[in-house]
């Protein structure tokens, strides 16, 4: 859905790498890989390196459908929310800096606003009301804090900085426009700290 949004409105000079384990994203100068992100992200990131030649912002959005409620959670499923919105979203773009962004120095991949994106969720904030999104809430919020020491992690070491978007729901026409509206604002935003937008219905 965001994808699809994003890649409606880039400028024609601007490619789209989207990884998804089963949609895909249509339009001009769009690359797709069907790939679980999970299962081995180094081979993801391998192939990726053989087709595209550098990464300027690297926008992540896992998320599963599958919610549980405080009452009802279990070990399997909240480690399992946990692996595929905090771990993954982490863990793909430190590769990202070791595959892509080492191989330029800290000023070159300042002076192009070379960044990480992750798309958290209002729900990071305990606001929803929705019981059942206890543990997809509580993902989204560690998630918020980890790119924090992400954003150190990578500006030191590659100039490269890291940005949370907590949109509302995006079945919401203006949420998503106003996401959508955010994520080409940081891209091309040269900011050398961490920054949360919230954005909600």
Known sequence: MLGSAFSACKPDDVTLVNVSRRGTVRGDNVINYQADVLRDPEKLLRRM?????????????????RFSSIEKMNRKRFLGEVELDVFSPLRMSVLCGAYFWSKDDRTTNMQRGRKVIHISSGAAFGKTSRPELASYSGAKAALTVMTEYLHDY????????????????????????HTVSALWELQGASLDQFTVRKIFE
Not at 49 to 65: G, P
Not at 154 to 177: M, R, T, W, Y
């Open 154 to 177: 990578l500006f030191s070491s590659f100039g490269v900085s890291a940005h949370v978007v907590a949109p509302g729901s995006l079945q919401n026409p203006q949420v998503k426009e």
């Open 49 to 65: 390196k053989t087709d595209v030649l550098s990464i300027d912002v690297f926008i992540t959005m896992a998320y599963d459908r």
